[in-house]
């Protein structure tokens, strides 16, 4: 809409009434506010989801890669054939072997089930879900044979064990009796504490060499699967489908959607219904706008009669009053970005002063997976709210414009 100086200036005069007008201008000030929380709202719980998904999606495949190949019975004795069909297959970058088996583990009289994962040492190095996450102690000191181990924080804290102390898996496969299997107990030294972030992976998992964790399930040469990793995490499964086929009858191929397909189908599905829901701020919002122009346009009704009479235009009409309505949308919308922007900059001090205020703990990272509320804007969902929220507005803004438009001078001024 391109206005004239004349439109313009009448404009400018209906967004800032004058004495008399103060509730008119209430209603307005409040369609804004109503605008800028709808817009702000969507952006942090849109921006959260995504954070959310995307924080759980980098640490689960950090820990777990894009897909496994899994033996039958919890064994690979050929691994290394299928290490050398994976790292062949064209789109995968890399495959590599572990052992991973639950167990129990004891520290001072107390005990937690664990996850014990072997993996080689120059992949725990190179592990990106590691990597710079160290809380104490040395991952290098995880050398084959040396009866070392790294655990989760969560674990140490629940074990009462720290770095240096000695703590013992407890293992079902022992040796058998004639009075039946003794569990078989060994002792391990911890030369680190690690966090990931993942609040069930922090709580549960024991790393150590492949050499170790062999020996201590007594596997032989055999490992539990070979962990893959591909060049596209969303295209697994058209990747994986030659190795799928080299493996038939001798081990499963399970991707990382079906491994988690229950917790990623439901935040899915939550961010679509948080996003109808909270849009619906956005249009009773609008509405506001509507009543607030309905209400000026009957105020101003003399007013518009006497512009008519002096020459102006019924489109100037329907513009000068869709520039207040879309002006209102748009001062709102953009309060409402630079907001939810703020808000989500400083999202973890907010929530934990809401903490330290109401005694709460609001962000459970036994319940919520992760340890700190995450974030991740989309642009596209952001120009999706900015284009609901004035698009709606300049919509909502035509009935009243034509109705301003459609004042009939004669009969407005004919007492006059």
Known sequence: MILNRYERMIAKRYLLPGRGEAFIFLVASISLVAVMLGVAALIIVMSVMNGFRAELFDKIVG????????????RLPDWREIVRDAKTTPGV??????????????????V??????????????????????????????????????????RLAEALGARVGGQISLISPQGRTTPF????????????????????????????????????????????????????????VGEILAPLVAQVQGRAVVADWRSMNSTLFEALEVERIAMFV????????????????????VRAKTRDIAILRTMGASRSGMMKIFMTVGVTISVLG????????????????????????????????????????????????????????????????????????????????????
Do not use: C
């Not at 919002?285 to 209400?295: E, H, K, Q, T």
């Open 63 to 74: 820990l777990n890669g894009h897909a496994v190949v899994q033996g039958y019975g919890g």
């Open 93 to 110: 970058t890399e495959a590599i072997p572990l052992v991973e088996q639950p167990l129990m583990a004891s520290y001072e009289g107390r």
């Open 112 to 153: 937690e089930g664990i996850i014990v994962r072997g993996m080689t040492r120059a992949d725990i190095l190179r592990n990106p879900a590691l990597q710079g996450n160290v809380v104490s102690g040395s991952l290098s000191a995880l050398q084959p044979g040396s009866d070392n181990v790294a655990i989760g924080v």
């Open 180 to 235: 039946g299997t003794v569990p078989r107990i060994v002792s391990y030294n911890v030369a680190a504490i690690f966090e990931v972030g993942v609040y069930d992976y922090d709580k549960a998992f024991v790393m150590m060499p492949i050499e170790d964790a062999q020996t201590l399930l007594m596997l032989g040469d055999a490992v539990g699967m070979v962990e893959v990793e591909t060049v596209d995490a969303d295209r």
């Open 277 to 296: 829901v909270l849009s619906l701020i956005i249009l009773v919002a609008v509405f506001n706008i509507l009543s607030s122009l309905i209400m000026l």
């Open 333 to 416: 919308t953009v309060a409402g970005m630079l907001l939810g922007f703020i808000f989500l900059y400083f999202r973890q001090s907010v929530v934990n002063f809401i903490q330290l205020v109401t005694g709460q703990n609001l962000w459970d990272p036994s319940i919520r997976f992760l340890t700190e509320l995450p974030s991740k804007t989309d642009p596209f969902e952001v120009l999706a709210i900015v284009a609901l929220a004035i698009g709606s507005a300049f919509i909502f803004t035509l009935y009243p414009a034509w109705k301003a438009a459609s004042t009939d001078p004669v009969q407005v001024l004919r007492y006059e």
